[in-house]
């Protein structure tokens, strides 16, 4: 069974906060690294599968958003590289 994760950035003004919730929704240890080669290890290797991911971008402040992208690029290139993931950007 496909498991529903969203992972809703909406609250978010750092981006430390970006990577805790992707860590705790993800249900990722404490030793996760907040940056995006972790973020891929995680992805291809940590992760409970079957799993559709859903990302809610928006956050407090604008200027995360190019790191939100750079995140975003991570979670679909997992997706089309494992297919056990798939991600929606709502």
Known sequence: MKK???LDFTECCYLGEV????????ELPEWFGANP???WDALTG???TPAE????PQARRSELLPEIEEIIAVFQEAAQTY??????VL
Do not use: C, M, Q
């Open 37 to 39: 080669d972790a973020l």
């Open 46 to 48: 940590i992760v409970h």
């Open 19 to 26: 990577y805790e919730v992707i860590r705790r929704e993800l």
């Open 53 to 56: 991911i859903r990302i809610l």
């Open 4 to 6: 529903v994760i969203t």
């Open 83 to 88: 297919r056990e993931i798939s991600v929606t």
